[in-house]
């Protein structure tokens, strides 16, 4: 093998080890499950991680010549490029995770992490974790003059509810806010076959009701049980 090809080889498999744990990072950890598909992160990541992948050892193939002056600062160069191309592409994407998954009212919101403001917010609303998005509830208004005040405040200046950590409440404790919003399963049918919604309920036979999640490119369903109070999962079935 040539020591150009061996460069490249090299090369390649590092990029592509990078781009393995990059992947696993983003999809189990800031986008799990079908959030990846709610909010339409996949083919931004995937053209991303292509581009970088395959390009920075495309590069060492075509500066690659053994006993070339320079070679080892031409190398370096191009693993900074490559480096520094695929933070900037990663920090974008992690500002735009789900950081909270919010009930409010009759449905769950996904809040990004860059839209979410924490003045005045408590623990344990009060900062973005950098794992799974966290689950909270905007509690419900004291009055109508507070509901006409969050109206003006999103009005205004474009702070919806759901991005100031300051509303939200534990959703344990306080079911009952949101307990009659909750939908029939039989709604799901309208929207969905039959089939595959049989199949995803054999799967939490405990589900009893359902709360549409708005997403930012498909809509998907959030599976929870009345009777024991519980969000079960967001699944890939459209609620309306």
């Known amino acids: 093998m040539s020591f150009r090809i061996r460069c490249f080889v090299s090369h390649l498999f590092c990029s592509i080890i990078i781009g393995c744990l990059t992947a696993a990072t983003v999809y189990w950890y800031w986008y799990p499950g079908v959030l990846a598909k709610a909010v339409g992160v996949s083919h931004i990541f995937l053209l991303l991680l292509s581009i970088d992948v395959i390009m920075g050892p495309l590069l060492t193939l075509f500066l690659a010549k053994q006993g070339k002056k320079g070679l080892w600062f031409d190398f370096v160069a191009v693993i900074i490029m490559q480096i520094a191309a695929l933070l900037y592409g990663i920090w974008h994407i992690a500002e735009g995770r789900p950081a909270w998954q919010v009930i409010n009212i009759y449905r769950v919101e996904i809040v990004k992490a860059i839209d979410v403001d924490y003045s005045n917010a408590k623990p344990p609303f009060d900062r973005t974790s950098w794992l799974a998005p966290q689950w909270g509830m905007v509690r419900p208004v004291k009055d109508k003059q507070e509901q ?93």
């Open 148 to 240: 006409s005040d969050w109206l003006w405040l999103e009005l205004e200046k474009g702070k919806s509810p759901v991005q100031r950590a300051e509303l939200y409440q534990p959703i344990a404790g306080h079911w009952q806010d949101f307990a009659k919003e909750v939908l029939p399963l039989s709604d799901l049918g309208k929207n969905n076959s039959q089939a595959a919604v049989d199949e995803i309920l054999r799967q939490y036979p405990q589900a009893d009701g359902f709360l549409p999640m708005m997403g930012g490119d498909w809509d998907m369903t959030v599976l929870v049980s009345n009777k024991e109070q519980k969000i079960l999962a967001t699944v890939d079935l459209r609620p309306w």
